[in-house]
């Protein structure tokens, strides 16, 4: 009986150390400080990506900037030229202004690291003219997957987005011809300043 006894005792205490010992806690992952500020830093990320979806649905751009690093590249679809931060400000404040209701939804959010994807339903309706191109008044719908890159400092260095811009375009029916010759007539306006 004593022995059963001990026996039972020498279970639970090494079952108890081996709870407490920070190698072997959590299912037996590693619980030192680095992997905790890893995971830290990757829910910051995706808590910063989930505040710029809610500064985008309320079309409030200045909210959104303060979550973008002073090196912020912006390269959409990758069908335009890279743009940095001030240009890809003025430019998602234009494209506000001719879809008033732009509004996504269904966001599903996926963090590695420094890498966010987001996942979403978007709509917008083609109401007020932009940069040359007649609004239509033709609402269209999509899903797109939105990725962010984080610098170290949880600010966004790039963005990318995957749904193609020609085709969203195409969907309110906008005359893509008048837009990339406002970008050209502007591309050579800024080269005749330089």
């Known amino acids: 009986m004593k022995h059963t006894q001990l026996i039972w005792v020498a279970i639970a205490l090494f079952w108890f150390a081996s709870c407490n010992n920070p190698?072997?806690?959590n299912n037996g992952m590693n619980n030192d400080s680095t992997a905790n500020k890893t995971m830290d830093k990757t829910e910051m990320n995706r808590r910063v990506a989930m505040a710029c979806m809610?500064?985008?649905?309320?079309?409030?751009?200045?909210?959104?900037?303060?979550?973008?690093?002073?090196d912020?590249?912006?390269?959409?679809?990758?069908?335009?030229?890279p743009q940095k931060t001030d240009s890809a400000m003025k430019g998602l404040q234009m494209f506000l202004n001719s879809f008033p209701d732009m509004k996504g939804e269904n966001a599903v959010y996926c963090a590695d690291g420094n890498n966010v994807m987001m996942a979403a339903d978007w709509t917008m309706t083609f109401t007020n003219d932009m940069n040359g191109m007649k609004a239509t008044g033709k609402t269209c719908k999509y899903k797109d997957v939105d990725i962010f890159t984080f610098d170290d400092h949880n600010k966004i260095?790039?963005?990318?987005?995957?749904?193609?811009?020609?085709?969203?375009?195409?969907?309110?029916?906008?005359?893509?011809?008048?837009?990339?010759?406002?970008?050209?007539?502007?591309?050579?306006?800024?080269?005749?300043?330089?």
């Open 23 to 25: 190698t072997t806690a």
């Open 54 to 70: 809610d500064a985008l649905n309320a079309h409030d751009t200045g909210k959104l900037a303060k979550n973008l690093a002073a």
């Open 72 to 81: 912020f590249i912006e390269y959409q679809d990758g069908s335009m030229p």
């Open 157 to 194: 260095t790039s963005h990318r987005s995957i749904y193609p811009l020609s085709a969203m375009m195409m969907q309110v029916g906008a005359d893509m011809s008048k837009m990339q010759m406002a970008m050209d007539k502007d591309k050579m306006n800024g080269d005749k300043k330089k």
